[in-house]
């Protein structure tokens, strides 16, 4: 990633460094979703209007995790491997809920509910085995907790299938929908492709409702960070330059997401859009950017009087 920079002309105007302009978006995005999540409070998975908001602030998180992981630790690679996750989520994000047709975007969500879950089942043990390093008390405890958990995770599950069989495509696609919910599969390609192995979208095809300058093979190239490789584990530099793309990418990235939500919330947008300013406040905001903005605003005034 070390080559790849993107220039952001409203931040070069200013003179805004790469660490300053990617902590103004995180901040407005933070602060956008804050509004957000007070129109839509609701935590719960059939609230289609709140749940990707609740996303949405995961990947914010994850930004700010990536700040600390640059700012005080200094870490290429860790940074790279972020990054990833980011365009990870936010690939998915575009795919689920940036979608025109209701039932397909309700398709997903639960699907991509049900893909989560039956992970966290995967990896819960079938039976326990107390090799005696647990007193049975806390294996009794530990054994209800499994249980309890994997009680839960399926009921959600069996929710969200019902969620699903409840649409209205359902019975004239119910061979294929069927097959999707046994893979799990919210990255289907249509619902007339029965052959599960070719209805299931690559990451690189992901990458490309990204819609950025770089290629979808750049995001996966970036595995070589996730799964170790040789070159993750070559001598990197500490200095403030080499992080510099991987802000610069990320600026795209949380870029593109605050787009999508434009279009997502078009109407929410609207009502918070005035409660924005609040972002200005934001202890983390550069103050010399916020300076500016006024003078900016000053300019403008005397110029309409």
Same mark, same amino acid.
């Given at each position: 990633?070390?080559?790849?920079?993107?220039?952001?002309?409203?931040?070069?105007?200013?003179?805004?460094?790469?660490?300053?302009?990617?902590?103004?978006?995180?901040?407005?995005?933070?602060?956008?979703?804050?509004?957000?999540?007070?129109?839509?409070?609701?935590?719960?998975?059939?609230?289609?209007?709140?749940?990707?908001? =609740?996303?949405? =602030?995961?990947?914010?998180?994850?930004?700010?995790?990536?700040?600390?992981?640059?700012?005080?630790?200094?870490?290429?690679?860790?940074?790279?491997?972020?990054? +990833?996750?980011? &365009?990870?989520? #936010?690939?998915?994000?575009?795919?689920?809920?940036?979608?025109?047709?209701?039932?397909?975007?309700?398709?997903?969500?639960? @699907?991509?509910?049900?893909?989560?879950?039956?992970? +966290?089942?995967?990896?819960?043990?079938?039976?326990?085995?107390?090799?005696?390093?647990?007193?049975? &008390?806390?294996?009794?405890?530990?054994?209800?907790?499994?249980?309890?958990?994997? &009680?839960?995770?399926?009921? #959600?599950?069996?929710?969200?299938?019902? =969620?699903?069989?409840?649409?209205?495509?359902?019975?004239?696609?119910?061979?294929?929908?069927?097959?999707? #919910?046994?893979?799990?599969?919210?990255?289907?390609?249509?619902?007339? #492709?029965?052959?599960?192995?070719?209805?299931?979208?690559?990451?690189?095809?992901?990458?490309?409702?990204?819609?950025?300058?770089?290629? /979808?093979?750049?995001? /996966? /190239? @970036?595995?070589?960070?996730?799964?170790?490789?040789?070159?993750?584990?070559?001598?990197?530099?500490?200095?403030?330059?080499?992080?510099?793309?991987?802000?610069?990418?990320? %600026?795209?990235?949380?870029?593109?997401? +605050?787009? %999508?939500?434009?279009?997502?919330?078009?109407?929410?947008?609207?009502?918070?859009?005035?409660?924005?300013?609040?972002?200005?406040?934001?202890?983390?905001?550069?103050?010399?950017?916020?300076?500016?903005?006024?003078?900016?605003?000053?300019?403008?005034?005397?110029?309409?009087?």
């Amino acid at each position: 990633m070390e080559n790849v920079r993107i220039s952001i002309p409203e931040f070069d105007e200013r003179g805004l460094t790469y660490e300053e302009s990617f902590r103004i978006i995180v901040i407005m995005l933070n602060h956008e979703l804050y509004y957000l999540k007070n129109l839509h409070p609701s935590e719960a998975i059939d609230d289609l209007d709140a749940y990707p908001l =609740q996303v949405a =602030q995961r990947i914010v998180n994850t930004a700010y995790t990536l700040h600390s992981i640059i700012e005080r630790d200094k870490d290429y690679v860790v940074a790279n491997i972020i990054v +990833r996750s980011i &365009a990870d989520y #936010i690939s998915s994000f575009i795919l689920i809920y940036n979608e025109a047709d209701e039932r397909k975007k309700v398709l997903r969500h639960y @699907l991509y509910i049900i893909d989560g879950l039956q992970g +966290r089942l995967n990896q819960l043990p079938e039976n326990l085995f107390n090799d005696g390093q647990l007193v049975q &008390a806390e294996y009794e405890a530990l054994s209800k907790q499994i249980e309890e958990a994997k &009680a839960n995770y399926q009921a #959600i599950c069996d929710f969200s299938i019902k =969620q699903i069989r409840n649409l209205p495509n359902y019975s004239g696609h119910k061979a294929v929908i069927d097959k999707l #919910i046994r893979k799990a599969n919210w990255k289907f390609k249509s619902l007339t #492709i029965t052959n599960m192995d070719k209805n299931t979208l690559k990451w690189n095809d992901l990458y490309s409702y990204l819609n950025l300058k770089e290629s /979808s093979g750049f995001f /996966s /190239s @970036l595995s070589e960070f996730v799964h170790g490789l040789s070159t993750s584990n070559l001598a990197f530099g500490k200095n403030n330059e080499i992080f510099e793309p991987v802000y610069s990418i990320t %600026i795209s990235l949380m870029g593109k997401l +605050r787009e %999508i939500l434009d279009v997502v919330y078009s109407d929410d947008i609207k009502i918070i859009r005035p409660k924005m300013i609040t972002a200005l406040c934001d202890e983390g905001m550069p103050n010399h950017y916020v300076m500016d903005l006024l003078d900016s605003l000053k300019k403008s005034q005397r110029v309409k009087k």
